[in-house]
């Protein structure tokens, strides 16, 4: 399985074959790989789908295109803070 790793944790990532084709992260420990999950989501208009919490883009255009309750998250703090709120 690879793991994304970081200064204060790592994450396990599944189905990495681009970017357009989406792919799933778990196991997210620390705080710096939700910084780099809300960077990609800004740069590759993505959409994170977390189980259990409100569907979240980088992006204020992309809600258009979303179910009601999707939400706007800038920073990977506040898309922790969306996970951990449910």
């Known amino acids: 399985m ?11 990532i599944y189905g990495l074959k681009d970017l357009g084709s989406g792919f799933m992260v778990n196991h997210v420990s620390g705080e ?25 883009v980088a992006d204020e255009h992309l809600l258009d295109q979303l179910r009601d309750g999707a939400v706007v998250i800038a920073s990977g703090r506040q898309l922790l803070d969306l996970i951990r709120s449910a």
């Not at 690879?2 to 396990?12: E, N």
């Open 2 to 12: 690879p793991r994304l790793r970081f200064s204060d944790g790592d994450a396990a």
């Open 32 to 56: 710096r790989a939700w910084d780099l999950l809300a960077d990609i989501a800004r740069q590759a208009d993505l959409t994170i789908v977390p189980v259990g919490c409100p569907v979240a």
